[in-house]
Each structure stands twice: as C-alpha cells, then as structure tokens.
C-alpha cells in the first residue's frame, strides 16, 4: 500500500478516498479557462498551511508576478510563502527546466533540497509537445515522472485539453498515474457547470462521475456528487433498524429500514423485485416479528411460502405460530388451514374498506398482539390500486401511512411509479420516508435509494445475481 498525500483541496480528497498516492505524477488537464492555474497552486498553498509540505511551481509561460497578482484574489500572499522558504515560483524555459530537473547537482535538485518539497506542479506540458517531435516528448515526461517517484515528490503536470487532444488518447496517459480533468459543461438550459473528474489514479479507488466545483473566494471548493442535505441522525441507542437481508442495501440505508418507518420500492414492470421483497419477508419471519402481507392476485401463500423456503424459512410455520397473516383482495379458494391467517377484504367497497379495515386486522390478529409485537406490513399497492383506484389509494395511503408511523409499524410498499403517471407518484412519494427504485436498463438491472430518512441518496448500483443467500449482491 502506498502512503497517500491529502491534498487539502477541499472536496478532493473525498474523491481520492483519502489523496494523491505520494511519488505520483498525475495530470491535470482542461480546457482554457477552466481552472488548472488555479486549482495547481491550491495545491500548493494547501499543502504549506496545512500540512506544512512546501512546494515548486514551475510556469513556462506566465511571468512569476502575474501569477502573484492573480492568486491574490484567493487571499493567497505566495510572495510571503516564498520569503518563508516555503514556495517556489520558477518561470524557466522548458527546455531548461528538463535539463535542469535531470542534472544531478541542478537547480532543481537544490531547490528541492533548500526547502524541503513534496509537492511540484509543473504549467504546462502541453509546451513540450513544441519542442520538438513526439518520441522526445515522450522521454521527458517519462524522465519527470521517474525523477518526481525517486525524490518521493507528488506532482501536478498540467496539460490543455482541447479539440484535439479530444480526438485520441495521448501517450501520456500511459505514462502518468492519474488523469484529473476540469471541465465546463451545461447546467439545466441556462447555467454552466464546472466539473472535476478523476479518469485515473493508480493506487488508489476513487469515486466515480464528474463532481462540480465552483471558485469561492477562498479558492476552488468541490462538491462530492451525491453530498445531499442530510439529516443528521439522531443516534439510536438501541439499534431499531430492521435488516433488509441484502447487506448492501442495508449499507446504502445506513443500517437498515428505522422502526416505524414507511419505504416504497419502485420497480418497473421488467425489474425483478421478487428477491428484494424476499429477502426483506425472511428476515421479518426470522426475527419473529409479525408480518401482515397483502397479496397481490398473481401470489399466493402457497407460492410465497416456496420462494421463502429456498431462504430457509417457512412461511406456514409462522402462520400457525400465529406470527404471519395476510390482507386478502381477492375472493379465491383458500386452504382451510390458512383461513385463520387471511383477513378478507374482497367484500369491502371503499367506503366500507376505508372504515372497517383496522377493525376486521383487529378481529383476526388480535389487539394484544398488535401492540405486543414488531410489525412489518408488506403493501402491494399496485393491487391497491386495480382493486381500488389510483383516487382512492391518493385519499388515503397518507393518513394510512402516518398512522402506521405513530405506532411504530414499518411498512413497505411497492409500486410502479411510471404507470401510475409523475403526479400520482410525487403525491405517494411525499407520504414515504424512503424510497428505493429498481429498473431495467438495457442488459442490467439498477437498484438507487433516491430517498431516506436522512436525506441521503445513493449512486445507481447494478444488481447482480449470486448462488447464495440472498441471491442478490448489489455492486
Ligand atoms: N473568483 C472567481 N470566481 C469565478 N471565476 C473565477 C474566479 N477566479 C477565477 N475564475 C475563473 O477562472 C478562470 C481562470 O482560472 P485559471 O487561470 O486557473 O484557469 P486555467 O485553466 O489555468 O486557464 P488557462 O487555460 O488560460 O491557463 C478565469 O477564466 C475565470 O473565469
Ligand atoms: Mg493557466
């Protein structure tokens, strides 16, 4: 493992899970204007306040004071620095510069040496493409990266992206250890976005996707993707969090689904959601929990209890323990065995349905044990809302949902949100503490928290199938 180097940047060294792996040099490229000056000497200037790591900054083309006068900006008095011997600021011909970097006993030996460096940006590459053809240029950045991992320093080689760079891939991406890139790109129709993306790091995971960055006044400051306005939580001393039985779903839900907690899954038609559904009833059956399961008219318990079973748990144990029942829609045969488990709701109109519902659960589950236990209700409300109507879902599933949230009853419910237009969707959506979306997407299924009670929305992540419990690894 190599030792990494915070950069100090803020919202950088998130991405680089942690920093620039140390004795690396990474490019940093972009288009005119969109930074790299800039976010080079943060580098620096962050290095020597707060890691007291000093650094060398070697321009070829801007003059050292134009550069204190355009950095000034972020309340950076790098002249100071230098005086300290902390910074150097080296406007060098290029040419120069590689003889000199290679010299054993150069000036940028000594310099190195005189003030300690760590950390080098070099302003930029792009010139050595000038001097003189390709397989020479290729030789020198491979000599500055091998003299930048002898000296242990950590360095920014800045290079123009452009119209042309955009056509291949340069031989220097082969030879650097990291590629950062700062872009500008579109923002909703009016708006322009300044993106950072890291494309390579070698000996280091990073975090994937373009994160937007703008300029404060104190310098460049990026935005994680994905860093949403959370909630912070009050810590829960006696963990109540239910396990989903997919441990990484339970990760992206920090925990699980809360105790008394209402989560949607949205699936579309094509997306397999039966292993979540699951994954999720098994757990509840193994914790002994009681378990209310609304059927839908393509389930039955017979069928239900068989997908179970390969979770290995029985599904008709729980019911003569008298921990499972089940909310019936439909008016079809029923085992006599299970009766006693199947509270009927065929015969209800909805006026009817609205008021007596809680009654007929009361009269076959039992008041006691309603209050006595954990419950998980399982909701199929696209059955809902065939049986029902979209209008009569939307007048009640609100009232319905903070009910079970005032005694504590988690309930899942699942939807197709496309179906039922955007509109229906927002309105159940606003009544949930979490949603989790599973779709299919051409040869893959995704699955995304895109809401949770913290505030936290996850990155898409693929589902892929496994041989084991519980048959479904999220990656
Ligand atoms: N405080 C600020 N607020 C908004 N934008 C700023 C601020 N400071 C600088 N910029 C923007 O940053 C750009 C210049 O930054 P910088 O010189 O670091 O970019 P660069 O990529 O090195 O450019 P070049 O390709 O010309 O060398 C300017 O075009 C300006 O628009
Ligand atoms: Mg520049």
New binding site residues.
Partial sequence: MRIQMQTGIPGLDPILCGGLPVGTSVILE????????????QFLVEGIRKYDEPGVYVTF??LPEQIYS?MS??GWNLKKMEQEGKLRVLCMDPEIFLEEMQRTGGIFEQIVAQIECRRLVV??ISLFRLLGHNGNVRSQIYQIRNIVRKMSLTALL?R?YGEREKDGISFENYLCDGIIR?SLKPLMDRYRKRTVEVLKMRGTPIREGEHIY????SGIHIVPALSMAEDVMIVNEQNNDLTTGIPQLDELLQGGLPKGSVFMLDTNSKANYKYLIAAMLSECIKREDGLLIMMSGLSTIESLSQTLSIYNVSLKESLHKKEAYFLEHFDRFLDSEHKAAVVALSDLNNQDFREGLHDRIRSVIGEDKLQNKRWLVYCDLNTMISQRGIDFVKANFAQEMSYCRSVGITVVAHCNFTEIGSESASYLERSCNGVIRTWVDGSYQFLQVTKSPSGRMTAPHIIENTREKPFIRLI
Avoid: N
């Fill in positions: 972009g288009e005119p204007g969109t930074g790299k000056t800039t976010f080079g000497m083309e801007e355009d900006g972020f302003d930029s800045i123009e700062l703008k300029f404060l006044d």
